[in-house]
């Protein structure tokens, strides 16, 4: 593109964020492709302020829990799913996750539980009744983020039951909210090459639709840099729009960088994205997704650097301060945990931003 088309592009989208109209598909396409990174990230980062965002970055403190790694899907992305005669499966009890939770909650003031995992076929619909029950029991307090919409499609399939009712008997157990995996990549030909055994994209929308009509938040995500287009990045990002603007349920939109290791694309030579790819994404998503609150730069994933710079690309999050396998090698975790949030309010406020601890529906706890 001449350069000269390159600026008429970026004004032209510069000219709609400053008059608060919407951008469209030409739009977004235009803007990941464009080789003019800093111009993209300012955009995005006029968008987020023009739309009421200050100079808070939020963060949480989280507890992150798997019950099962037994998954019948086989993703092709997937590097953690195993079958149940695999020497490494397991497939924990409601108790043993209650148990693990109270000991780390001794370590660390986490307020949310995000726990998803492999889609089992061992185990019954009751399984996951009895998780959210004994944990709302053993943890009153604390909120519970759980079960991605195909971890929620798959109940429906042990059960027999309508998403509406897994999803409320679910709520009424203790379930706070759902995270926003299994979206993937919205459009059917990616679908079919990179997780052929997954859920439609029309039925995690739908899971979501209805969660929201029940008055349970979810998160939203994009796995990207694969085999995608930037086309079908944008799709999927107009298709979470589209159900906002009917719903307004999302809470929070989390771009996810695809990590090759171990999977079968490692082996065909496919590596990680690069830096720019991973702003341009925060950058876009937030010019684009104009009616989701919270944009995510996971810190853990993409490394705290990057993550400041984000954060002046749109994103106005960076996720948890829990890494579990620092804790639990942690000796005195107390202190552990106390420095990560020392050290996540010193990278923030370096970024140039006001340290904000939430909690999962963003209710201000502490701030620095
Ligand atoms: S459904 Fe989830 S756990 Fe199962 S293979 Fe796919 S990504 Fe892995």
Not at 71 to 98: D, H, I, S
Not at 122 to 130: A, I, K
Not at 137 to 143: K, L
Not at 318 to 328: S, W
Request: net charge negative.
């Amino acid at each position: 593109m001449a350069v000269a088309d390159r600026i008429s592009l970026l004004e032209a989208v510069r000219e709609k964020v400053e008059a608060g109209e919407r951008l469209d598909f030409e739009d977004a396409v235009a803007l990941l492709e464009s080789d003019d990174l800093l111009a993209v990230g300012e955009l995005a980062d006029v968008a987020r302020r023009r739309r009421g965002g200050g100079d808070e970055a939020f963060f949480v403190q989280n507890l992150y829990l798997n019950q099962t790694n037994v998954c019948r899907v086989k993703c092709k992305f997937c590097a953690f799913a195993v079958t149940q005669k695999q020497a490494n499966a397991y497939t924990y009890t409601p108790e043993q996750l209650v148990e693990d939770a109270l000991a780390q909650r001794e370590l660390t003031g986490f307020t949310e539980v995000h726990m998803v995992g492999g889609e089992s076929p061992h185990v019954t619909f009751d399984y996951y009744v009895e998780i959210v029950r004994q944990l709302r029991e053993a943890m009153p307090d604390v909120h519970l983020k759980c079960f991605t919409a195909s971890e929620i499609h798959h109940m429906t399939t042990l059960s027999g039951l309508s998403h509406e009712d897994v999803l409320a008997t679910l709520r009424d157990a203790g379930l706070g909210s759902l995270p926003g995996g299994g979206a993937e990549v919205f459009a059917e030909r990616v679908r079919r090459l990179v997780a052929p055994g997954k859920e439609s994209a029309e039925i995690w929308l739908e899971t979501h639709r209805t969660a929201h009509g029940l008055g349970i938040p979810t998160h939203c995500t994009l796995l990207y840099g694969h085999v995608e287009t930037y086309e079908e990045r944008v799709d999927h990002l107009l298709r979470l729009r589209a159900l906002q603007d009917e719903t307004g349920g999302f809470l929070a939109f989390i771009p996810l960088a695809f990590h090759p290791e171990n999977t079968i694309f490692e082996r065909r030579g496919w590596t990680h994205t690069v830096g720019s790819d991973d702003l341009k994404m925060i950058a876009v998503s937030r010019l684009l997704l104009d009616n989701v609150p919270h944009v995510k730069a996971y810190w853990i994933m993409m490394g705290m650097p990057l993550a400041q710079i984000a954060l002046h690309f749109g994103a106005n999050d960076v996720q948890g301060t829990v890494v579990r396998e620092e804790i639990f090698h942690a000796a005195g975790a107390r202190t552990e945990t106390e420095q990560k949030i020392d050290e996540l309010v010193r990278f923030l406020r370096a970024a140039g931003r006001v340290p904000v601890q939430r909690d999962t529906l963003y209710n201000e706890l502490r701030r620095w």
